[in-house]
């Protein structure tokens, strides 16, 4: 898996076309059809302080193979990088074994895996169904190199080439503010007053 993370960072530098900050169009990619790799790419141009803002996304993966040694499985990826390729990130890829956070990927920002919050959400109704799948809401950090810049965000399915297929699929990929702390306390003090009041009545 770490040789092919390796490999596909280095396939990214490529041109770009448009620009946007969000892009909610729903994408999905089935192994099988034949390229080893099938790449959805989205472009964004971030703002100047893009620490202060999160990249949210939805996406999922499904597939029929089973875990067996010495195989590199069909995986799903996702990538940010600037479009002179000098900063790059791996958020994370999932395969038949779940999701690695933030695999560690040498030549790409390290990024804590802590720092990736994600929760479970409703497979889509996708045909046909594989044994495997799983899929998330994902917020993820915006490394300060990548301020403003112009970044693709990189989608990639591999596929192994064996017998057993599989698909990833991505939506709702927006650049959202990172919520002010002093609006999480003052939510927080409403919704504990609201408790107090409830137990007094």
């Known amino acids: 898996m770490l040789c092919w993370l390796i490999c596909l ?45 999160l990249f949210e996304f939805d996406f999922g993966f499904s597939t ?27 958020y994370l890829t999932a395969d038949v074994t ?19 919050f994600r929760q479970p959400v409703a ?12 899929s998330y809401h994902v917020s993820v950090p915006i490394p300060p190199s990548f301020s403003g810049q112009t970044v693709n965000f990189y989608f990639d399915l591999y596929d192994n080439l064996n017998s057993f297929n599989s698909v990833g699929w991505v939506s709702q990929i927006n650049v959202v503010a990172v919520p002010e702390p002093a609006s999480w306390s003052l939510g927080l003090a409403a919704l504990t007053f609201m408790f107090w ?3 007094l009545l």
């Open 9 to 53: 960072v280095g396939v990214h530098f490529r041109a770009f076309s448009q620009s946007t900050i969000n892009s909610n169009v729903f994408a999905a990619y089935y192994t099988g059809a034949g390229p080893v790799l099938t790449t959805d790419q989205r472009v964004f141009d971030l703002p100047e302080n893009a620490t202060n803002f």
């Open 64 to 90: 029929d193979e089973v875990v067996t040694n010495s195989v590199v499985f069909d995986s799903w990826t996702a990538t940010l990088q600037t479009t002179n390729g000098e900063s790059t990130v791996v």
């Open 98 to 116: 779940g999701v690695q956070w933030a695999p560690p990927t040498p030549g790409t920002i390290p990024l804590d895996p802590s720092l990736i």
């Open 123 to 134: 497979f889509p109704s996708l045909e046909p169904v594989f044994a495997q799948r799983e």
């Open 197 to 199: 009041k409830r137990r």
